[in-house]
């Protein structure tokens, strides 16, 4: 056997097992939750079910601060009208902070800079199911704190999940820098 037909085996078990294991991370995301964290952050999109978490992790204490994102309402015209209602309401037992960006990476520099003007040392990132693991990754990459993650429910169709996928794809190769240059 040569050198040659070696490294494409051992290429090929590898390319295998990194979309795997990205198929598993969509399919099956780890919740992790603390007692307490600084803030919630919200993923814009969805069908409402990620500000309904959100609200739900307020309401049990979980952080005097949430962070939206109002940048967008390319995903849900209903979800994102929920979110700007919540950001224009001033009666909530907590703070919220609204922000602006237009995708995952822009969210995740978004909320990390909340972070830091606010000297956080840890949030909960709250959104679909399907869409954790990328979220959590970019805020991992772009807060230096500790990064929680709570899943909202969402069943989505396999489009979508072939669409996260790609983006999850993206980012372990192409876009891995925390800035909106790359």
Known sequence: MS???KFAGVAAVALTLCVGWMVWSI?????????Q????????????????????????GMADTLV?????????AEAFAAQVAVCDDTSLPYDV????????KGEAIAFARVAEERAWTSMVAVTDDYHLSRA???????????????????????GVKFRELAALGQMFTLDRACSLEG
């Open 136 to 158: 959590s990754r970019w805020l991992g990459r772009c807060f230096d704190g500790e990064v929680y993650r709570a899943a909202a429910d969402n069943d989505q169709g396999i």
């Open 3 to 5: 050198i040659g037909t």
């Open 68 to 76: 939206l994102n109002t940048g967008t309402d390319q995903w849900n």
């Open 97 to 104: 902070v609204c922000v602006s960006a237009d995708n995952t």
């Open 27 to 35: 399919a099956r995301p780890s919740e992790h939750l603390p007692g």
């Open 37 to 60: 964290a600084n803030g919630v952050v919200v993923f814009a999109g969805g069908h409402g079910e990620r500000l309904e978490r959100a609200q739900q992790l307020m309401a049990d």
